[in-house]
């Protein structure tokens, strides 16, 4: 069967259709149109700029995605769509759509939740994955820890309390002046510089927390001491009225990112160790960071245990990992009414 797959929920607009035979999903097509260039210039996502050239994007995408594919109209089985979280006005565009579309085809409309997508992304890429899965997922809005017991089943054991991590990055190269988005600008920055050169602080959760390791909350996140630390170095760097040096630019990106990875898998091999998993994965638009992919990858190696990153394509926000989320909720029997609506903060 041929699902097609509609993501909306940020400033891409993502066409995807992913086929299953016998079981085994395969990306016929995989379209994304990119608004970067529209909100570099302020620095950040400007919801209403976003809603507005997603109205402009949608129909192209679509019509690329199923010409991409070599299937037409009538060749779609059912429609999946990211329902929430993200920016409602972003997502309504999506959601209304697909809506139109699955009433018109009278074809099954299925709701996906965003990080559900991100989560599948590496099913799709790597077919089965050993379970039970730890998963990271870190992207621009969340940064959360998820046991993958069975397919299709998520258990969140860990989020972050304050800045997911994307935004960490976007906001420190912001106040480097380094332009937007900042995750991929400081990956390739930091590859210059020398992790060890500033000892940024590693988050660590409340004293009782770290006393007692099974407490829950103790796999959560914090980014914010670390950003006000990065901001606070700037500062005396420049207190003289001078500018930085590139040299310093690189190790100050070197050295964020070294304890961002190192917070980031810690957690995630701590839950591995207490859930017992069989695997670990991360997910989402930070996954495609250099250090953390290769870092995750000797960590693995190091403990025995498989590590599963999804490809570039699939790291940052895509319709393809929407798709498969929903074939797998199809299966699951889950439907929508005609009455689905976008939900900005669904829970998942
Ligand atoms: O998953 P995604 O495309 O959108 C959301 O659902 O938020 O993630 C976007 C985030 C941005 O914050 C971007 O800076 C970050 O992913 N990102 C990276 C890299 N590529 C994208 N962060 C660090 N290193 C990268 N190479
Ligand atoms: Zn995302």
Redesign the pocket.
């Known amino acids: 069967m041929n699902v097609l797959g509609i993501e909306t929920?940020?400033?891409?607009t993502s066409a995807a259709v992913v086929s299953e035979h016998d079981g085994v999903w395969t990306i016929g097509s995989n379209i994304v149109a990119s608004q970067v260039a529209i909100h570099r210039e302020w620095g950040g996502v400007v919801p209403e700029l976003a809603s507005r050239q997603h109205i402009r994007d949608i129909c192209g995408v679509v019509r690329v995605a199923l010409e991409t594919a070599k299937i037409d109209l009538g060749g779609v089985d059912a429609i999946a769509v990211t329902q929430g979280p993200?920016l409602v006005g972003s997502l309504l565009v999506g959601v209304s759509f697909a809506k139109s579309l699955a009433l018109s085809l009278e074809r099954p409309l299925i709701p996906v939740h965003?990080l559900a997508g991100?989560i599948e992304s590496l099913f799709l890429q790597h077919g089965a994955i050993p379970l039970p899965l730890a998963v990271l997922v870190?992207?621009?809005?969340?940064t959360s820890l998820y046991i993958v017991d069975e397919p299709g089943s998520y258990r969140r054991v860990g989020r972050t309390r304050d800045d997911?991590?994307?935004?960490a990055?976007?906001k420190v190269?912001k106040l480097l002046g380094l332009g937007y988005?900042?995750?991929?600008i400081?990956?390739?920055l930091a590859r210059a510089g020398n992790d060890e050169a500033i000892h940024f602080p590693k988050t660590r959760m409340t004293h009782a927390d770290r006393n007692a390791p099974a407490m829950k909350g103790d796999l959560d996140f914090s980014f914010s001491g670390l950003k006000t630390a990065v901001l606070r170095h700037v500062r005396e760097r420049t207190a003289d009225g001078g500018a930085l040096k590139d040299s310093e630019i690189a190790d100050i990106c070197a050295s964020f990112?070294r304890a961002v990875v190192e917070a980031l898998l810690d957690r995630l091999f701590d839950a591995a160790d207490r859930f017992g998993a069989a695997s670990v994965g991360i997910a989402?638009?930070?996954s495609?960071?250099?250090r953390?992919r290769d870092d995750l990858g000797t960590r693995g190696r190091r403990l025995g245990l498989p590590a599963f990153v999804p490809a570039l394509s699939l790291?940052?926000?895509n319709a393809a990992m929407i798709a498969a989320a929903g074939l797998r909720r199809f299966h699951a029997g889950v439907r929508a009414g005609w009455d689905l609506n976008a939900d900005a903060s669904l829970e998942l």
């Not at 997911?164 to 935004?167: F, M, P, Q, R, S």
């Not at 988005?181 to 991929?184: A, M, S």
Request: charged share 15%.
């Open positions: 929920s940020c400033d891409e993200g965003h991100h870190v992207s621009g809005g969340h997911a991590a994307g935004e990055y976007d190269a988005p900042g995750g991929p400081v990956d390739t990112q989402g638009g930070v495609a960071n250099s953390l790291s940052t926000d």
